[in-house]
């Protein structure tokens, strides 16, 4: 399976962030099945939905088994590429005249249509689903309390991977400390490997070292300091502190000499830790797809390993807390006629039955629920799986990737910086003040 999901289903800033603005551009085309259909006069709920690799198939069997059980509740379904979804999906939400179930990536932009009465309170409409729901996980859903959105794909927690024979072949272990992962960097330096894989060009590769350092040193407060947009919250000691710990690792050499010019889309930080040059990577739970398709030997041969982030001595984060994706969400437009609000309420209290979970394990996807681990038991992912769903299960907190959860353009000013401060451009202070400008 090769779903990238920051790619295809998880790009901060996504909808421009929930600016609700109309956009001008036309030409985004939709996927498979003609023009679109959004709200209309006759009732008949619709849905727009992302083509490519397991999810698309996913979603098809799961509308094609609510219209064959529901005839009296179909739904109408179009299918977009990435790209013309975004597009086409701005300008819908602008005009009112958005599908009956929306998919979005939850954070700033669900925030957005809450605000702006584009999205309905589906509370007490959803509990079926929401009770077989993790609970940090179906947070993700939540604004001011109530549910405005309902998981609809695996989850997505950002942790490390590592090259298992590179550690065999000097002779260290796998780092469970900040401290013993500054100990792998330098003996790997000196063996002439590339410590960690960075896409550094990417930029929102970097940010997850950030996501990780803050919460690690400063606890989830920090973060949520800022999000809440308090004063001064990006100069807070922790932050500062972790963002010179990022800086700590530059200067080491940690990323190697090129690390700027590396692209994740292209898969290339992946292919530096299965091709033997890098030791490590701090990616999301869908490098793991990646992997197991460009370097299907590397990964049944026992080569790859995972791991949570590294604890961080006298820091006052919980090590258990995990950052990434909660995952990608279905809303309900209040654009759309009662009838169709209906059909689609319906469909989402009925999403997380069996077939649908185990769906999502055979693709490789981390599962949502609770109670999964009797259809993760003897699947082909079965070790990164249970890992995976483990890390998420316990978690005492899932943040959501931060150019999802600040407004657009907050975020872009964020990830201009992240490369800016990986590039030793500026300096932690710098950086910090920067970003407290953004803060209204």
Request: hydrophobic share 40%.
């Amino acid at each position: 399976m090769k779903i990238r999901q920051r790619g295809i289903f998880a790009v901060g800033a996504l909808l421009a962030a929930g600016s609700l603005v109309l956009s001008a551009c036309g030409g985004a085309q939709p996927g498979q099945s003609g023009e679109a259909t959004g709200s209309n006069g006759n009732g008949e709920a619709s849905a727009w939905a992302l083509t490519g690799g397991t999810h698309e198939i996913i979603w098809r069997d799961s509308f094609d088994k609510w219209n064959t059980e529901n005839s009296d509740q179909s739904i109408n379904v179009d299918w977009f590429a990435n790209d013309a979804y975004k597009e086409k999906i701005r300008t819908a939400i602008g005009s009112d005249n958005a599908p009956t179930l929306v998919f979005g990536w939850g954070g700033a932009t669900l925030r957005d249509y809450v605000e702006a009465g584009k999205v309905v309170d589906i509370t007490d409409n959803v509990k079926d689903s929401v009770d077989k729901l993790i609970p940090s996980i179906a947070d993700g859903g939540i604004v001011d309390g109530k549910y405005y959105a309902l998981p609809n794909v695996g989850t997505q927690p950002v942790h490390m991977y590592y090259n298992k024979q590179l550690f065999e072949e000097q002779g260290l272990e796998i780092p469970q400390t900040w401290d013993d992962l500054l100990n792998c960097v330098e003996k790997f330096k000196e063996a002439g490997i590339i410590p960690i894989s960075l896409a550094g060009a990417s930029k929102w590769t970097s940010m997850m070292w950030l996501e990780y350092l803050f919460d690690r040193i400063g606890g989830s407060e920090v973060f949520d300091r800022i999000a809440n947009g308090e004063k001064d919250a990006w100069s807070d000691p922790a932050a500062i502190e972790a963002l010179g710990k990022a800086q700590e690792l530059v200067k080491a050499g940690a990323f190697g000499d090129a690390y700027g010019s590396v692209v994740a889309d292209a898969n290339a930080d992946v292919a530096l830790v299965h091709t033997g040059k890098a030791a490590m990577m701090l990616h999301g739970s869908w490098a793991y797809g990646t992997f197991m398709t460009d370097a299907p030997d590397f990964v049944k041969e026992g080569n790859l390993a995972f791991g949570a982030f590294p604890s961080i001595e006298g820091g006052k984060g919980d090590p258990s807390a995990v950052a990434g994706n909660q995952s990608n969400f279905w809303s309900v437009s209040a654009a759309s006629s009662e009838q169709a609000q209906t059909a689609a309420k319906g469909y989402l209290n009925n999403l997380f039955d069996d077939e649908y979970v185990k769906a999502m394990v055979d693709g490789g996807d981390i599962p949502p629920t609770v109670g999964a681990e009797k259809f993760i038991k003897g699947s082909e992912q079965e070790d990164y799986l249970t890992f995976g769903y483990d890390i998420v299960l316990n978690s005492s907190n899932f943040q959501l990737s931060w150019d999802q959860e600040l407004p657009s353009d907050t975020s872009q000013t964020l990830l201009d910086n992240i490369q800016l401060l990986f590039d030793l451009s500026i300096t932690p202070e710098q950086f910090a003040d920067a970003m407290n400008a953004t803060i209204k």
